[in-house]
Antibody, heavy 120, light 108 residues
Framework: QVQLVESGGGVVQPGGSLRLSCAASGFTFSSYGMHWVRQAPGKGLEWVAFIRYDGSNKYYADSVKGRFTISRDNSKNTLYLQMNSLRAEDTAVYYC?????????????WGQGTLVTVSS | DIQMTQSPSTLSASVGDRVTITCRASQSISSWLAWYQQKPGKAPKLLIYKASSLESGVPSRFSGSGSGTEFTLTISSLQPDDFATYYCQQYNSYEGFTFGPGTKVDIK
């Protein structure tokens, strides 16, 4: 069965950095695009970033462009999100999500999420 | 960027009711729309993709319809397990895969 397990969340000061990881299992990781989606406390869902199955294409939400970097290591079945210049408004639960079949950009499996809190 | 709206924002219903949620896009997204269910403290769960395709394992009381800019999610007979928040999401544009603001379905 598909499993996605995020880690790396925590409390960080404004302007700081954090790297999230997502360990994938139960499917051929190297064949699927992957996403990060976040949810601020009590708020709705916000797509953050996407990476193609081979890492050749990456897309970002305007709110994180230039500050966040998505990457993957297909040999380790792991997805990453490097977050720099963090702001209070980046406080959220961050989910990794598997892209749909045939390269479709919906999310068919989600991890349990990891909480990032940006606060002084 | 494509903006998504949902109505209503909250819906009070009883077990057995037929429930319909509407999602609108600010421009045509063809059929590139998905629906998710989220319960408090849990990750979202995919229900519908490509506007009307039921994800494997999702009960048949859930259905989706629409194309272009207007879409609906229908629950034919609401069950106790269906009280949750529902989100639509467009995936037409690489510029951003935006979600609607959500519709909370609670007990009447």
């Amino acid at each position: 069965q598909v499993q996605l397990v995020e880690s790396g969340g925590g409390v960080v000061q404004p302007g700081g950095s954090l790297r999230l990881s997502c360990a994938a299992s139960g499917f051929t990781f190297s064949s699927y695009g992957m996403h990060w989606v976040r949810q601020a406390p009590g708020k709705g869902l916000e797509w953050v970033a996407f990476i193609r199955y081979d890492g050749s294409n990456k897309y970002y939400a305007d709110s994180v462009k230039g500050r966040f970097t998505i990457s993957r290591d297909n040999s380790k079945n792991t997805l990453y999100l490097q977050m720099n210049s963090l702001r209070a408004e980046d406080t959220a639960v961050y989910y990794c999500a598997k892209g749909g079949a045939a390269g479709m950009y919906y999310f068919d499996y989600w991890g349990q999420g990891t909480l990032v809190t940006v606060s002084s | 960027d494509i903006q998504m709206t949902q109505s209503p924002s909250t819906l009070s219903a009883s077990v057995g009711d037929r429930v319909t949620i509407t999602c609108r896009a600010s421009q045509s997204i063809s059929s590139w729309l998905a629906w998710y269910q989220q319960k408090p403290g849990k990750a979202p769960k995919l229900l519908i993709y490509k506007a009307s395709s039921l994800e494997s394992g999702v009960p048949s009381r859930f259905s989706g319809s629409g194309s272009g800019t207007e879409f609906t999610l229908t629950i034919s007979s609401l069950q106790p397990d269906d009280f949750a928040t529902y989100y639509c999401q467009q995936y037409n544009s690489y510029e951003g895969f935006t979600f609607g603001p959500g519709t909370k379905v609670d007990i009447k």
